[in-house]
Each structure stands twice: as structure tokens, then as C-alpha cells.
């Protein structure tokens, strides 16, 4: 009922810069939280940063500082601007939200998108 598709993943030297975009559609009366998280090669999923509907935000702390998290909430969208990455920044992205269907509310994932950050 509620799709999500990642974009703005790639390859990029550390110290550099990319802006990841999550897009949601389907049938949903609202969208509470919406959020990013990550899972490296052979660790589990970790939160990144999350921002809520009326725009409070949290942060892991890794990333304090250097990520933005930010919502558009008229066409349902958010993003991550990723600021001086490193190499540990690599890992697939997912984009996360909390919304309010017809028959519950319940969180939803997108299918994810690499960032690779190299030395």
C-alpha cells in the first residue's frame, strides 16, 4: 500500500558529498516519521537520521554534523544530504517511514540504495 524508491546512491572519494532522495506513494492518509538507515557488509541495520511531521530530527551521533535530514511533506519525500564522508559511511541506504493506511499504520522500506565511500 505504501511504496518507497531510494535514489542519489553512488561512488564517491571520502570527504565528498552525495544527497539521497526517498520518494513514497500509494494509498496512505499520512505519513508520521520518516528516516534513513544503513547496514554495512556483515553488520546489522543502524539508524542514521530520522525526522518526524512537524520536522524534529534525530541523529546517530557517527553522523552528527555531516548529514542533513530534511522533508517535504506536500509530495511526500525526504532526503539526506551526506556531507565529509567516510569510508565507514559505506553501506546500503534505506529509506524508512511510518504511515497511516486504510487498515493500520505501520513502517514501510524501500528496496535500498549503495553508497561506497573510498579511501
Known amino acids: 500500500q505504501v511504496q518507497l524508491v531510494e535514489s542519489g546512491g553512488g561512488l564517491v572519494q571520502a570527504g565528498g558529498s552525495l544527497r539521497l532522495s526517498c520518494a513514497a506513494s500509494?494509498?496512505?492518509?499520512?505519513?508520521?516519521?520518516m528516516g534513513w538507515y544503513r547496514q554495512a557488509p556483515g553488520k546489522q541495520r543502524e539508524l542514521v537520521a530520522t525526522i518526524t511531521s512537524g520536522g524534529s530530527t534525530n541523529y546517530a551521533d557517527s553522523v552528527k554534523g555531516r548529514f542533513t535530514i530534511s522533508r517535504d511533506n506536500d509530495k511526500h519525500t525526504v532526503s539526506l544530504q551526506m556531507d565529509s564522508l567516510k569510508p565507514e559511511d559505506t553501506g546500503v541506504y534505506y529509506c524508512?517511514?511510518?504511515?497511516?493506511?486504510?487498515?493500520?499504520?505501520?513502517?514501510?522500506w524501500g528496496q535500498g540504495t549503495q553508497v561506497t565511500v573510498s579511501s
Open positions: 524508512s517511514v511510518r504511515a497511516t493506511t486504510l487498515i493500520r499504520t505501520g513502517d514501510y
Open positions: 500509494g494509498r496512505f492518509f499520512r505519513i508520521n516519521e
